[in-house]
């Protein structure tokens, strides 16, 4: 199989899991009187994967995109561990939280695809996924009143 071939098919897959998104999304309840409801967020989520994955993938068959070079074996392994971090995410979220999960998952995440234990990195690395995770539900879960996971820790 060629990289275009295997970008192609990654961008219909992730396609298809924009619209799953969105479809779930909606049976959560997308708006609860004037407040976002609890499918808010993953209807926004997945309608911009799908939008940016059928970008991806129409640019690839209509040839204006050509990838040239092959994955290595270090960068499958890579692709399968994020997918497998993010696997881990989705069971581990009800019981963590979604801050304590999300900040757990960028953190894995960034380790992966940048295995280095420099203390400069290890810092950046930290306090992106505190404060993204943090500022995500201050912003969903305060302002916007949206129902989210909570952890053991309350947040």
Do not use: H
Request: charged content about 10%; aromatic content about 10%; overall charge positive.
């Amino acid at each position: 199989m060629t990289i275009q071939r295997l970008d192609q098919l990654v961008a219909l897959g992730l396609a298809l899991l924009g619209v799953y998104l969105v479809v779930a999304g909606f049976g959560y309840g997308f708006m609860r009187d004037t407040t976002p409801g609890a499918g808010f967020f993953p209807v926004l989520i997945g309608g911009v994967i799908a939008v940016l994955s059928l970008v991806n993938l129409v640019r690839s068959l209509a040839g204006m995109e050509i990838l040239k070079a092959a994955m290595t074996q270090g960068d499958v392994l890579r692709f399968v561990a994020v997918a497998a971090a993010l696997l881990a995410y989705v069971w581990f979220a009800p019981i963590l939280g979604l801050a304590l999960a999300t900040m757990a998952l960028m953190i894995v995440a960034g380790l992966i695809i940048r295995p280095t234990l420099e203390p400069g990195f290890l810092a950046r690395l930290l306090a992106v996924s505190v404060v993204c995770s943090l500022a995500c539900v201050w912003i969903f879960g305060t302002l916007l009143r949206v129902p989210m996971l909570i952890g053991p820790f309350g947040f």
